[in-house]
Every structure is written in structure tokens, then in C-alpha cells.
């Protein structure tokens, strides 16, 4: 029998005794966990989810926290002449080894829930709330800005559209961005779908200078 779960915004084909690296969790080498988001069970007779399967999970247990290999990408800011730099990355993962496919009552286990961890969770949890109230009416969309946030318009390419997103996502401060990591800045692009503009536009930067005055 396999399974395919969902994890880290990736889908993995798994069998018990599968070794295999995802995206980083908050779980301490030799923790047991159980990832409950079931897409399809395979076998003798398929269930395909939809999308999940009702009480399926796997359970799997933690070998270590490791990093993925180094990647290099080149940063160059428009219209700032000089200033391109290189950059080097290298992925948080955890190393796990499925121990049990559960076809039902997974959700009775006890067995602890496989959870993103690091700086980037608090920032994607929030995030991707917005994304389930689609359907909201009109008069959401002219929500006011949260009391005492600063006025995120100043940083260069952000508009009140942009800044409406931010504070979606649970950005309200020049000092929040201001201390914003490369994961931090990862998880942003790829929730909004910003391709790379908070470097292209030197948001942190900027935030840095905006926060101090």
C-alpha cells in the first residue's frame, strides 16, 4: 500500500520504510508524527481524497533536521548602478522514515501532527487565511488598516492594493520587515506571489530607514 500526503506546499508518493527529506517541521529527532493531510491511498482498492481522505494519515518518525544543497542565485537591483551581488541559500529540511500508512482513525491516534516550524510559519499561517474567504462580500475588501499600522505605501512598489495584502498577511510595521530573513522573505514571495520584488525594490532596506524615523 502507499499514500500521497501533502506537506510543505509539495505532494509525496510514500510506503512504510520510505526515507525521505521535506519541507522543515517542528519535531526533535526520534519524535513520532502523523501527517494527516491524505490526498489518495493506493492498493488493492484506491480511494482517491477530495481532496483529503476522511481519518487516513501516515505516521513517520524524525531522524534529523538537515539543510538541502547550497543554491546560488544573483541579486541586481534596478537602477542602482553596482549593485549586484551573489547569494546563497540553503533549504531547511527534516529527515523522516514512514513507519505506518493508517487507512482510518487517524484522528484518534494522539500522535503528534507533522507542523511546519522556523521563522516562515508564523508569517505563512497568516497569510494563508485570506485565501479561504474568497467568497467574503464586497465590503470586506474596504477594510481599514489596523490601528497603529504604518503606512506601508512609503517602501518603493507598494500600492494600496499591495499594502491591503500585507496586512492580510499579518505585516503591519516597518520593523517587522525590517527583521525579515531570507526564509521570512521566501514564504512572502511565495504566498503573494511577489517574484522576487521585496529584493528587486529593497523593501528591507528601506524599512530599515522608514522604522528609525
Do not use: C
Given at each position: 500500500?502507499?499514500?500521497?500526503?501533502?506537506?510543505?506546499?509539495k505532494?509525496?508518493r510514500?510506503?512504510?520504510?520510505?526515507?525521505?527529506?521535506?519541507?522543515?517541521?517542528?519535531?526533535?529527532?526520534?519524535?513520532?508524527i502523523q501527517f494527516?493531510?491524505i490526498?489518495?491511498?493506493?492498493?488493492?482498492?484506491?480511494?482517491?481524497?477530495?481532496?483529503l481522505?476522511?481519518?487516513?494519515?501516515?505516521?513517520?518518525?524524525?531522524?534529523d533536521?538537515?539543510?538541502?544543497?547550497?543554491?546560488?542565485?544573483?541579486?541586481?537591483?534596478?537602477?542602482?548602478?553596482?549593485?549586484?551581488?551573489?547569494?546563497?541559500?540553503?533549504?531547511?529540511?527534516?529527515l523522516?522514515?514512514?513507519t505506518?500508512?493508517?487507512?482510518?482513525?487517524?484522528?484518534?491516534?494522539?500522535?503528534?501532527?507533522?507542523?511546519?516550524?522556523?521563522?516562515?510559519?508564523?508569517?505563512?499561517?497568516?497569510?494563508a487565511?485570506?485565501?479561504?474567504?474568497?467568497?467574503?462580500?464586497k465590503?470586506?475588501?474596504?477594510?481599514?488598516?489596523?490601528?497603529?499600522?504604518?503606512?506601508?505605501?512609503?517602501?518603493?512598489g507598494?500600492?494600496?492594493?499591495?499594502?491591503?495584502?500585507?496586512?492580510?498577511?499579518?505585516?503591519?510595521?516597518?520593523?517587522?520587515?525590517?527583521a525579515?530573513?531570507?526564509?521570512?522573505?521566501?514564504?512572502?514571495?511565495?504566498?503573494?506571489s511577489?517574484?522576487?520584488?521585496?529584493?528587486?525594490?529593497?523593501?528591507?532596506e528601506?524599512?530599515?530607514?522608514?522604522a528609525k524615523?
Amino acid at each position: 500500500m502507499f499514500a500521497v500526503l501533502k506537506t510543505g506546499g509539495k505532494q509525496y508518493r510514500v510506503q512504510a520504510g520510505d526515507t525521505l527529506r521535506v519541507e522543515k517541521l517542528a519535531a526533535d529527532a526520534g519524535e513520532t508524527i502523523q501527517f494527516n493531510e491524505i490526498l489518495m491511498l493506493g492498493g488493492d482498492s484506491p480511494v482517491v481524497g477530495a481532496p483529503l481522505i476522511d481519518g487516513a494519515g501516515v505516521q513517520a518518525e524524525v531522524i534529523d533536521q538537515v539543510k538541502g544543497e547550497k543554491l546560488i542565485h544573483f541579486v541586481k537591483r534596478r537602477r542602482k548602478h553596482g549593485s549586484q551581488r551573489t547569494k546563497g541559500h540553503r533549504q531547511k529540511l527534516t529527515l523522516i522514515k514512514v513507519t505506518d500508512i493508517l487507512t482510518s482513525g487517524a484522528d484518534k491516534t494522539g500522535v503528534k501532527a507533522a507542523v511546519g516550524a522556523g521563522s516562515v510559519s508564523s508569517v505563512a499561517v497568516e497569510a494563508a487565511k485570506p485565501a479561504k474567504k474568497a467568497a467574503a462580500p464586497k465590503a470586506a475588501e474596504k477594510a481599514e488598516a489596523p490601528a497603529g499600522a504604518d503606512d506601508l505605501k512609503k517602501l518603493s512598489g507598494v500600492g494600496p492594493a499591495l499594502e491591503k495584502k500585507l496586512h492580510a498577511a499579518g505585516v503591519t510595521s516597518f520593523a517587522q520587515i525590517a527583521a525579515w530573513t531570507e526564509a521570512d522573505v521566501a514564504a512572502i514571495d511565495e504566498q503573494l506571489s511577489f517574484k522576487g520584488r521585496i529584493e528587486r525594490e529593497g523593501w528591507i532596506e528601506q524599512a530599515k530607514e522608514l522604522a528609525k524615523g
